[in-house]
Structures are given as C-alpha cells and as structure tokens.
C-alpha cells in the first residue's frame, strides 16, 4: 500500500515533484499561503505515515496522538525543530527530519545585512527620507556604534554562528568572542580570523560590542538574554537575534532599549510571530524587527524543500534519513 502523507503549506513545486515522483505515496497537500488551522491538521494526521510539516506546527503528544501509531516519520521543512517535541517521538520510535547546513549562507547573510541596518539605522534613516524628516548633511545625525575596530560576541559557534563571523571579519572586526555549549576545536576556531576565542557568557556579554545569538531554542537557552544579561552589556552594544525568539526575553529587551542599558537590537525572530502591531518593541527607533526571513533565498527554499522531502521519503522507506534531528 502507498503511505500517506500530509505537507501542511505550499512549498516550493521541487519537493512535490519529489514525492509524486517517488510514487510510494498517497499525498494530501494543504496547498495554502496560511497554516492550516490546528483542528484541520488534527483531523487530517490520522492515519498518517508521514508527516512533512513547517515551524509553524507543533508537534507535540496530542497531534502524535490523533495520528496514531502506524506515523514512522516527521520532516520539518526548516533548521530549527523546537516546535517538535523530540521527547515524545522518540517514544514512539518516529524519526524526526530537519534542514541543517543548506541554509547556513542564506541566514548568515541575513543576520550581517540586519547587524549592519541596526548598527547603521538604515530602516529609521530611509523613513526620515520619506517623512521629511531630512533637513540637511549633519555631523551628528543617523550615527551609530562602529564596527570597524569591534569585538563581535556570538553565542552558539555552530555552522551559522561560524559562517557570521566569516562574513562579518572583512569589516575590520578585531576580536571574534563566542559562548557554545563545548569548546570547538582550534581548527574550528581558525575558521575565522582573528580567531575566534571561547569565553564564558559573562565576558562575552560584557566585551562584545555586537552580539549576536545562534543557538537553538532548548530549556537551557529559553530566555538566556534576560535583564541579567542586558545588564552586562555594554550601553553602545548592539544585539542581534536570528535563531528564535523564544531566547530573548522581550520585556527585558525592551527595557534595556529604552533606559539605554544598550544601544539597540536586530530581530529576525520575536514571540509571538507575527508580534502584534502595537507591541512597545515595534515603537522603538533602535529595534529593527524583521518577518523571520532568515532563510529567505529562492534557491534556500529550494533546498530546505527538496531535503525536507527526502528526509521524509527515507523515513518512510524505513532507512536512516539524510538529515536527522538530534535526540
Ligand atoms: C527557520 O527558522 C529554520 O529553523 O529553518
Ligand atoms: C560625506 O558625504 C562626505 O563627503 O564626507
């Protein structure tokens, strides 16, 4: 018999193509620019084999649940997988599929292009344009911190925190501080030069002139950038998110902003998405927020799409997949 299988969006045609043309599979696809409402996909994961979903479905006991026994597989068509509740699918033995690697250049780039408009006001700057707030060529006006000369602090060294600093050393950086759960290798830490040295949170906090996170959203990094550490960082810092935004505590970043604990802040990711309009962050000229768009590169898509469908495919076959959360 062919297995069902349920993708939750519109994704892009490729990984479609991947899974019609695998013909083992029975596909029902919520071919839609909007999530599918939750009591829909709870109503259509049943009797599920494999599920391809996005961030925006959690996949938690009672979705397992409502599936049943028979699911072998769920591929998340992104890097992050905070949304699947890896406790509950190892115990029902279902192999779990995310998106490493193939958007590492993509959510770099990003990351740079949001440090650099923080940093330089560009969204504020571009607004006084249109707004006729420009009067004239002024020493003083749009200024902000320089990069050049700076320490740039990463938290999570990992593939994207990595590819950051590369990009970010042509700019004149002089020091590359970072935090990760292990000391990486010094051929690792030679992947950037100068070179990047461990250090402990505190220090980084209060060294860093931009800092910047990439690390997962685990119970241990829920909330780390909290009043505690905004209270460490220096008040010309600049801080950048574009892992998740369950990492910051917003409140406290707000705060920071406004008492000019620091200086300001570049969001990719925020809780909730999208943050409701008339959130305080969204009224502060020193915090860019951005529609998590970390990822957002026609060819990116592309890969996370095709490699999401086959993380699904190889589940489905019983094989290891290309592509395999960690437990
Ligand atoms: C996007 O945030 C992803 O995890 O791929
Ligand atoms: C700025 O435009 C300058 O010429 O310094």
Same mark, same amino acid.
Request: glycine share 8%; proline share 5%; aromatic share 6%.
């Given at each position: ?34 999530? =599918?409402?939750?009591?829909?996909? &709870? ?7 494999? /599920? +391809? %979903?996005?961030?925006?479905? $959690? ?102 925190? =990595?590819?950051?600093?590369?990009? &970010? ?7 590359? /501080? +970072? %935090?990760?759960?292990?000391? $990486? ?143």
């Amino acid at each position: 018999r062919k297995h069902k299988v349920l993708v939750t969006r519109t994704v892009p045609q490729a990984a479609i193509e991947i899974l019609k043309t695998s013909q083992s599979c029975d596909l029902d696809y919520w071919d839609s620019e909007d999530p =599918i409402p939750r009591d829909e996909l &709870l109503k259509r994961v049943a009797g599920l084999d494999g /599920l +391809y %979903c996005l961030l925006t479905e $959690k996949i938690d006991s009672e979705l397992l649940d409502a599936a049943g026994s028979q699911l072998k597989v769920v591929s998340t068509m992104s890097v992050g997988y905070d949304h699947v509740s890896i406790p509950e699918t190892t115990k029902r033995g279902i192999a779990v599929g995310h998106t490493p690697g193939v958007l590492t250049d993509a959510t770099a780039t990003l990351t740079v292009a949001l440090l650099l408009a923080t940093q330089r006001r560009l969204i504020e700057a571009a607004g006084e344009v249109k707004n006729g707030g420009w009067g004239t060529w002024k020493p003083l006006w749009m200024c902000g911190p320089t990069l050049s000369g700076s320490t740039v602090g990463i938290v999570g060294f990992g593939r994207i925190g =990595i590819a950051v600093a590369q990009r &970010l050393a042509p700019f004149g950086v002089t020091r590359f /501080l +970072y %935090c990760d759960v292990h000391k $990486k290798s010094e051929s690792q830490e030679k992947l950037v030069s100068p070179k990047a040295e461990h250090v402990d949170m505190d220090t980084l906090f209060k060294e860093s002139d931009f800092v910047t996170a990439h690390t997962a959203l685990t119970p241990e990094t829920a909330g780390m950038f909290n009043k505690d550490a905004f209270s460490k960082m220096k008040s010309n810092a600049v801080f950048v998110n574009t892992s998740r935004g369950g990492v910051v505590n917003q409140d406290d970043l707000y705060e920071a902003l406004k008492t000019g604990q620091i200086w300001g802040a570049g969001l990719d990711v925020t809780v909730p998405e999208p943050l409701p309009t008339n959130h305080p962050l969204l009224s502060l000229n020193s915090c860019v927020v951005l529609p998590h768009i970390g990822s957002a590169e026609d060819s990116t898509r592309e890969a996370m799409a095709t490699l999401a469908a086959r993380n699904l495919l190889a589940g489905l076959a019983g094989e290891s997949l290309p592509a395999q959360a960690k437990l």
